[in-house]
T-cell receptor, first 115, second 116 residues
Framework: GAVVSQHPSWVICKSGTSVKIECRSLDFQATTMFWYRQFPKQSLMLMATSNEGSKATYEQGVEKDKFLINHASLTLSTLTVTSAHPEDSSFYIC???????????FGPGTRLLVL | AQKVTQAQTEISVVEKEDVTLDCVYETRDTTYYLFWYKQPPSGELVFLIRRNSFDEQNEISGRYSWNFQKSTSSFNFTITASQVVDSAVYFCALSAVWTNAGKSTFGDGTTLTVKP
C-alpha cells in the first residue's frame, strides 16, 4: 500500500521554541493532506486541511498563526508549531489522500513534548 | 454535519473469543466512505478497510469481517478467534464525498484488550 512518512518521530523542546514536522507521501501524489492532533486516550481531531499550492483550511478553534502549514509540493506538507507551550504537547498525525482511491494514508505520527 | 459513534469505550475478552466492535454513523451525503483503523500501542494508525456507500456486501479478511447495513447506519467489525496481538484501539471513520470537503470524521475509538 501507499506509504506516508513523518519526520521527526518524536521531539522534545523548550517552551517558546518552534517545531517543524514534515509529512511526505513516498510513492504517490497527494493533492490533499490532513493534519490531526491526538491527546492521550482520545480520538483524532482534525486540525487543518492542506491543499497543494493554496492556503490551508483550519478547523474551528485551531489558531492558524500558531500552527503554520505549508504544502509546497504534491508529496510534502509541513506543520510548524510556533512558540510551543506545554499544552501543545500531543501526538500529531498527518494523512495524505490518494484521490484515485479516496483513501487516506496515515503517517506514523510525531510525538511532541514541550517542557 | 457528520458523526461517528462508537458506543463501546472498552472491551475485554479472553483469547479465542469472538468480539464485535460497533460503529454507527450519521451523514446527509448519499455518497460516502466508511473506514476502520487499528491503533496499536506504538501509536501508528493501520488501515483495515474502506467501504463505499453503494457497496453493502459484507467482507471477510482472515479473522476480520465487516457488516455494513445502511438501513441502520451501522458498520460493525468482528474479530473471530481473537488473539493477544489484536489488543489495540480501533477507530471507525466516515468521509463524505460531497459535503464536508471529504474530511474524515473519527469515532472516539474502542479499546480492545485480549487477555491470554
Amino acid at each position: 500500500g501507499a506509504v506516508v512518512s513523518q519526520h521527526p518521530s518524536w521531539v522534545i523542546c523548550k517552551s517558546g521554541t518552534s517545531v517543524k514536522i514534515e509529512c511526505r507521501s513516498l510513492d504517490f501524489q497527494a493533492t490533499t493532506m490532513f493534519w490531526y492532533r491526538q491527546f492521550p486516550k482520545q480520538s483524532l481531531m482534525l486540525m487543518a486541511t492542506s491543499n497543494e499550492g493554496s492556503k490551508a483550511t483550519y478547523e474551528q478553534g485551531v489558531e492558524k498563526d500558531k500552527f503554520l502549514i505549508n504544502h509546497a509540493s504534491l508529496t510534502l506538507s509541513t506543520l510548524t508549531v510556533t512558540s510551543a507551550h506545554p499544552e501543545d504537547s500531543s501526538f500529531y498525525i498527518c494523512s495524505a489522500r490518494d484521490r484515485l482511491q479516496e483513501t487516506q494514508y496515515f503517517g506514523p505520527g510525531t510525538r511532541l513534548l514541550v517542557l | 454535519a457528520q458523526k461517528v459513534t462508537q458506543a463501546q469505550t472498552e472491551i475485554s475478552v479472553v483469547e479465542k473469543e469472538d468480539v464485535t466492535l460497533d460503529c454507527v454513523y450519521e451523514t446527509r451525503d448519499t455518497t460516502y466512505y466508511l473506514f476502520w483503523y487499528k491503533q496499536p500501542p506504538s501509536g501508528e494508525l493501520v488501515f483495515l478497510i474502506r467501504r463505499n456507500s453503494f457497496d453493502e456486501q459484507n467482507e471477510i479478511s482472515g479473522r476480520y469481517s465487516w457488516n455494513f447495513q445502511k438501513s441502520t447506519s451501522s458498520f460493525n467489525f468482528t474479530i473471530t478467534a481473537s488473539q493477544v496481538v489484536d489488543s489495540a484501539v480501533y477507530f471507525c471513520a466516515l468521509s463524505a464525498v460531497w459535503t464536508n470537503a471529504g474530511k474524515s470524521t473519527f469515532g472516539d475509538g474502542t479499546t480492545l484488550t485480549v487477555k491470554p
